[in-house]
Protein backbone atom coordinates (compact mmCIF):
# COMPACT_ATOMS: atom_id res chain seq x y z
CA UNK A 1 0.00 0.00 0.00
CA UNK A 2 3.04 2.51 0.50
CA UNK A 3 4.28 1.64 -2.96
CA UNK A 4 1.02 2.81 -4.35
CA UNK A 5 0.61 5.61 -1.91
CA UNK A 6 3.81 6.67 -2.93
CA UNK A 7 3.26 6.31 -6.60
CA UNK A 8 0.44 8.71 -6.34
CA UNK A 9 2.19 11.02 -4.40
CA UNK A 10 4.88 10.99 -7.24
CA UNK A 11 2.29 11.23 -10.34
CA UNK A 12 0.48 14.59 -8.43
CA UNK A 13 4.14 16.26 -7.97
CA UNK A 14 5.08 15.38 -11.74
CA UNK A 15 1.36 16.80 -12.41
CA UNK A 16 1.75 19.93 -10.36
CA UNK A 17 5.17 20.28 -11.99
CA UNK A 18 3.82 20.51 -15.98
CA UNK A 19 1.01 22.78 -14.73
CA UNK A 20 2.59 25.34 -13.16
CA UNK A 21 4.38 25.74 -16.47
CA UNK A 22 1.32 25.97 -18.22
CA UNK A 23 0.95 29.44 -20.00
CA UNK A 24 -2.86 30.92 -20.12
CA UNK A 25 -3.76 31.98 -23.44
CA UNK A 26 -6.25 34.76 -24.38
CA UNK A 27 -7.67 34.36 -27.70
CA UNK A 28 -9.90 37.25 -28.79
CA UNK A 29 -13.89 37.15 -30.15
CA UNK A 30 -15.10 38.93 -32.88
CA UNK A 31 -18.54 40.57 -32.37
CA UNK A 32 -20.09 41.01 -35.74
CA UNK A 33 -22.58 44.01 -35.79
CA UNK A 34 -26.21 43.82 -37.49
CA UNK A 35 -26.39 47.30 -37.60
CA UNK A 36 -22.61 49.33 -38.18
CA UNK A 37 -22.07 51.64 -35.89
CA UNK A 38 -21.42 55.49 -37.34
CA UNK A 39 -20.95 58.64 -35.83
CA UNK A 40 -21.73 62.07 -37.21
CA UNK A 41 -18.38 63.04 -37.68
CA UNK A 42 -17.98 61.08 -40.71
CA UNK A 43 -21.18 60.58 -42.12
CA UNK A 44 -20.56 62.49 -45.37
CA UNK A 45 -18.49 65.61 -43.60
CA UNK A 46 -16.25 67.41 -45.92
CA UNK A 47 -12.36 66.83 -45.55
CA UNK A 48 -9.63 68.90 -46.35
CA UNK A 49 -6.44 67.33 -45.61
CA UNK A 50 -6.29 65.77 -42.09
CA UNK A 51 -2.29 65.07 -40.16
CA UNK A 52 -2.59 61.68 -38.18
CA UNK A 53 -5.20 62.14 -36.12
CA UNK A 54 -6.12 59.87 -33.31
CA UNK A 55 -9.71 58.06 -32.72
CA UNK A 56 -11.28 57.46 -29.69
CA UNK A 57 -13.31 55.15 -31.16
CA UNK A 58 -15.40 54.19 -27.84
CA UNK A 59 -16.68 57.91 -27.77
CA UNK A 60 -16.92 58.20 -31.47
CA UNK A 61 -18.37 55.39 -32.65
CA UNK A 62 -19.74 53.73 -29.08
CA UNK A 63 -17.38 50.39 -29.02
CA UNK A 64 -16.29 48.91 -26.06
CA UNK A 65 -12.83 50.45 -25.29
CA UNK A 66 -9.93 48.83 -25.46
CA UNK A 67 -11.03 46.84 -28.67
CA UNK A 68 -7.89 44.66 -30.08
CA UNK A 69 -8.74 45.63 -33.37
CA UNK A 70 -11.98 46.63 -36.05
CA UNK A 71 -13.70 45.35 -39.20
CA UNK A 72 -13.98 49.13 -40.76
CA UNK A 73 -15.34 50.76 -44.08
CA UNK A 74 -14.71 53.44 -45.46
CA UNK A 75 -16.32 55.30 -48.45
CA UNK A 76 -14.75 58.60 -49.84
CA UNK A 77 -15.27 60.67 -52.89
CA UNK A 78 -13.40 64.20 -53.73
CA UNK A 79 -14.36 67.03 -56.03
CA UNK A 80 -11.18 67.43 -57.87
CA UNK A 81 -11.50 66.67 -61.68
CA UNK A 82 -11.45 63.24 -62.90
CA UNK A 83 -8.12 61.13 -62.37
CA UNK A 84 -6.25 62.97 -59.97
CA UNK A 85 -3.68 60.94 -58.33
CA UNK A 86 -2.41 61.19 -54.82
CA UNK A 87 -5.83 61.35 -53.14
CA UNK A 88 -6.34 58.84 -50.13
CA UNK A 89 -8.09 58.57 -46.79
CA UNK A 90 -6.20 56.01 -44.67
CA UNK A 91 -7.20 53.95 -41.24
CA UNK A 92 -4.45 52.53 -38.56
CA UNK A 93 -2.59 52.26 -35.51
CA UNK A 94 0.47 53.20 -34.52
CA UNK A 95 1.59 54.65 -37.73
CA UNK A 96 0.92 51.67 -40.08
CA UNK A 97 -2.36 51.72 -42.28
CA UNK A 98 -3.76 48.69 -43.16
CA UNK A 99 -6.50 49.99 -44.80
CA UNK A 100 -6.19 52.99 -47.10
CA UNK A 101 -8.31 54.21 -50.53
CA UNK A 102 -7.81 56.33 -53.17
CA UNK A 103 -10.24 58.61 -54.72
CA UNK A 104 -9.34 59.59 -58.16
CA UNK A 105 -11.57 62.71 -57.97
CA UNK A 106 -14.78 62.82 -60.56
CA UNK A 107 -17.26 62.89 -57.31
CA UNK A 108 -16.91 58.94 -58.06
CA UNK A 109 -17.17 57.29 -54.51
CA UNK A 110 -14.46 54.71 -53.58
CA UNK A 111 -15.14 51.94 -50.62
CA UNK A 112 -12.79 49.93 -48.84
CA UNK A 113 -13.35 47.34 -46.05
CA UNK A 114 -10.63 45.86 -43.94
CA UNK A 115 -9.17 45.18 -40.40
CA UNK A 116 -7.52 47.56 -38.55
CA UNK A 117 -5.71 46.83 -35.64
CA UNK A 118 -6.35 49.14 -32.64
CA UNK A 119 -3.99 50.80 -29.83
CA UNK A 120 -3.70 49.44 -26.39
CA UNK A 121 -6.21 51.39 -25.60
CA UNK A 122 -8.77 50.39 -28.12
CA UNK A 123 -8.11 52.96 -30.72
CA UNK A 124 -6.90 53.85 -33.94
CA UNK A 125 -5.96 56.66 -36.30
CA UNK A 126 -6.99 58.52 -39.67
CA UNK A 127 -5.04 61.04 -42.19
CA UNK A 128 -7.03 62.19 -45.21
CA UNK A 129 -5.13 63.54 -48.47
CA UNK A 130 -7.69 65.72 -50.16
CA UNK A 131 -7.29 67.90 -53.37
CA UNK A 132 -8.23 70.89 -51.79
CA UNK A 133 -10.49 73.04 -48.80
CA UNK A 134 -13.55 70.60 -47.66
CA UNK A 135 -13.28 68.77 -51.25
CA UNK A 136 -12.70 64.91 -49.64
CA UNK A 137 -16.67 63.34 -48.27
CA UNK A 138 -15.56 60.64 -45.84
CA UNK A 139 -17.57 58.06 -44.44
CA UNK A 140 -16.38 55.62 -41.22
CA UNK A 141 -18.38 52.82 -40.38
CA UNK A 142 -17.32 50.11 -37.84
CA UNK A 143 -19.06 46.86 -39.03
CA UNK A 144 -17.49 44.58 -36.29
CA UNK A 145 -14.52 44.44 -33.45
CA UNK A 146 -12.40 42.13 -31.72
CA UNK A 147 -12.32 42.06 -27.59
Known amino acids: MTNI??????????L??????????SYSQFIPLTTALTSTSFDGDQFSDVGETALDLSAVFGVP???????VQVCARDSVAWGTDGLYVAVGANSEWPLTIRPA??????????????????DFS??????????????IR??????
Not at 126 to 139: D, E, L
Request: charged share 10%; aromatic share 8%; glycine share 14%.
Open 105 to 122: GGNVWVEGLGIVPCTTTG
Open 65 to 71: AGIKAAL
Open 126 to 139: YMINASGANTMAVF
Open 5 to 14: LEGIASDIKS
Open 142 to 147: ICGYWI
Open 16 to 25: LKRVSHLEVQ
